[in-house]
Nanobody, 120 residues
Framework: QLQASGGGLVQAGGSLRLSCAAS????????LGWFRQAPGKERSFVAG????????DYTDSAKGRFTISRDNTKNTVYLQMNSLKPEDTAVYYC???????????????WGQGTLVTVSS
């Protein structure tokens, strides 16, 4: 239902673009969020977007560096990540919820995760 891709190894200061392709029942969901989970840490909200109007939300660490967008014709949400830092290293997940939330428990569908590694 959600297929995340685009992770990889990048040097600090570099950029990556993650993609999340949605299918099936996901279209009935209102909100698509990106989360990340670093080793030994809890899964945390990074950014999110509303399917219908494109309004976005960001965590403080993502503001000014990351941009979330959507392409409704491709049923895909993107996370453009610039000025990457080693502390951005994590597995990144996309997820769908029926309402805006920064809490993982609010999300019903999850992609498989894509690993982002930022070297110093």
């Amino acid at each position: 239902q959600l297929q995340a891709s685009g992770g990889g190894l990048v040097q600090a200061g570099g950029s990556l673009r993650l993609s999340c392709a949605a299918s099936g029942r996901i279209f009935s969901y209102y909100y698509l969020g990106w989360f990340r989970q670093a080793p030994g840490k809890e899964r945390s909200f990074v950014a999110g977007i509303r399917w219908n109007n494109g309004l976005t939300d960001y965590t403080d660490s993502a503001k000014g560096r990351f941009t979330i967008s959507r392409d409704n014709t491709k049923n895909t949400v993107y996370l453009q990540m610039n000025s990457l830092k080693p502390e951005d290293t994590a597995v990144y997940y996309c997820a769908a919820s029926k309402t805006y939330s920064s809490t993982p428990l609010a999300y019903d569908y999850w992609g498989q995760g894509t690993l982002v590694t930022v070297s110093s």
